[in-house]
């Protein structure tokens, strides 16, 4: 009986850790590119993605960790109605570090608007946006932020959009990681 029991729960702690994962998130801990976004990216070879891509020239000259897989939820910005950008976070466990990203829609692009893009990692703790990267009078899609050494602190992806003409800049946040 008390070898069955032993078996019964090894088998349990097993199944429970293979659901829950075998460690503890923190703020930049991920568990890198799955299989299927290795492949992805590898498919996309140099061009940007909405899913972000951190093999695509924008990434590389960005200086992005190949490895880097997003991390949190996806958010979106918005103007009025009309959703304009996506926001995301990224973590390279190999390079131990996070990054902002941020994906203009095409309809968005579309309507021929400049704008200024600001984007990085929202380190709670300092109160501050790190990795800043700013993008004055573009029209382009894809923006990734420098890398943020805060992958001990709790952060978010950070992504303000500014258009000429209109009354407020247009900004999210993606979840807290901790």
Known sequence: MRRVQMTLVATVAGATMSLLGTGVASAGV???????QRTANAAAGTAGTEAGNPLSAV???AGVCADAAQIGTTEYIY???ETIASVKQFYSPSCDKNYGYVWAWK?????NVNFTLT???WAYERSALVGKRVVFDTHAQEFWSAAADTADECT??????SIPDY???????TSKRC
């Open 156 to 161: 978010s992806a950070d992504g303000t959009i």
């Open 30 to 36: 991920g568990p890198g590119a799955t299989p299927q």
């Open 79 to 81: 103007r009025d109605t």
């Open 107 to 111: 309809s968005f692009l579309d309507q």
């Open 167 to 173: 009354p407020v800049p247009l900004s999210t946040r």
């Open 119 to 121: 984007v990085g990692v």
């Open 59 to 61: 990434a590389t000259a």
